[in-house]
């Protein structure tokens, strides 16, 4: 968690937001049901993400490190899309990245075989995205099945990440089957679970009910003692329980920049884009930063306190140097 602090600081006082997120592509062989990147709002209303002018080849390898050079991140989300579209591209691309000395996260749903020779590449992490137990997942992730993610995923280490949604709360001990399964696989490093996050005024069937996010906040810290793999704390839940009222109080929006498969258009408030409803926040990522901006350090200093002084810093450094 330190060395996230200060690789965070370090670019702040430079005027550099810490975290960049690329849409690598628009293309994606799934069409889950309530996919946030294919909303009609994602990129503001006029255009959405399929109609989005994308890149391939060396113009996309080109494209991505244009960005980082632009922007210079010490973590890079690689998302979509299904960036594993992209696959021959990030052959060349995740090699150069680490040797840049830049924490990699592919977002992916392992729909194809994730290149072994991967697994050698220093600061790759690889996030599979799993909606729910394996009846539910197939039918709504078809043809990222379950078969096709456990046979994609052999030989690497990845992070489970499900998106808690209503339909799943409704039946009794749906968590801890899900949480158990995971847990159990040796190719799951870690499990990563994210509350649905409506956009204002949405009425999906995936939205929770207050009743739904309170049984989720709590089987949660009932499940982490018994399934180690986990990776929910108290902070995270402290975050779920009092999300943020606007992405100007989200340290995560603060502190990240987030790019669509242009490499030009914006993606704001934050990842989610359009208007997202933060008093109904549950992003994963949010709720971690969070949890490290309330971090205590020596002498009674909130890590939070010096990130507010470090984007104030880094903002007249960005004038000047823009000057």
């Known amino acids: ?48 993400l399929r109609q989005v002018r994308d890149l391939k ?7 991505v490190l244009g960005l980082l050079r632009e922007h210079k991140p010490s973590h890079v989300s690689l998302v979509g899309g299904e960036p594993l579209v992209r696959y021959r591209e990030l052959d060349e691309l995740l090699p150069q990245m680490a040797t840049m000395g ?11 075989r994730i290149p072994q020779e991967w697994a050698l590449i220093p600061r790759l992490g690889i996030s599979v995205s799993i909606d729910g137990l394996q009846p539910e997942h197939d039918e709504r992730r078809k043809p990222a099945t379950y078969e096709r993610i456990l046979k994609n995923i052999a030989g690497h280490q ?16 749906y968590l801890e089957e899900f949480v158990k399964f995971w847990s159990d696989q040796p190719t799951t490093k870690r499990i990563w679970m994210s509350l649905f996050t409506p956009q204002k005024g949405e009425n999906s069937k995936e939205r929770l009910t207050p009743e739904d996010r309170w049984k989720a906040i709590q089987d949660l810290l ?27 109080e989200c ?34 990522a949010s709720a971690g930063m969070d949890a490290v901006q309330r971090h205590q350090l020596p002498f009674g200093i909130r890590v939070g306190q010096i990130l507010d002084a470090s984007l104030k810093v880094g903002a007249c450094i960005k004038h000047i140097r823009n000057r």
Not at 57 to 63: C, N, S
Not at 102 to 112: D, E, F, K, N, Y
Not at 159 to 173: E, F
Not at 222 to 247: C, I, M, Q, T
């Open 57 to 63: 080849g060396q113009a996309l390898i080109d494209g």
């Open 1 to 48: 968690m330190l060395g996230v602090i200060f690789r965070a600081w370090g670019r702040l006082l430079i005027g550099y937001k810490p975290f960049l997120s690329i849409e690598l592509t628009r293309e994606c062989p799934l069409s889950c049901p309530g996919c946030y990147a294919y909303g009609d709002q994602h990129l503001g209303g006029q255009i959405t």
């Open 158 to 173: 990845v992070s489970v990440h499900c998106t808690l949604t209503h339909q799943q709360l409704v039946r009794d001990g």
């Open 222 to 248: 009932d499940l982490k003692p018994k399934y180690p793999k986990l990776d929910v704390g108290r902070g995270v839940a402290e975050f779920y329980e009092n999300p943020p009222n606007s992405p100007g």
């Open 251 to 284: 340290t995560f929006a603060r502190l990240s920049t987030c790019i669509s498969a242009d490499f030009e258009k914006l993606i704001t408030p934050c990842q989610f884009g359009g208007n997202p409803d933060c008093k109904n926040c549950g992003c994963i």
């Open 102 to 112: 830049i924490q990699t996260q592919l977002v992916t749903s392992a729909v194809r």
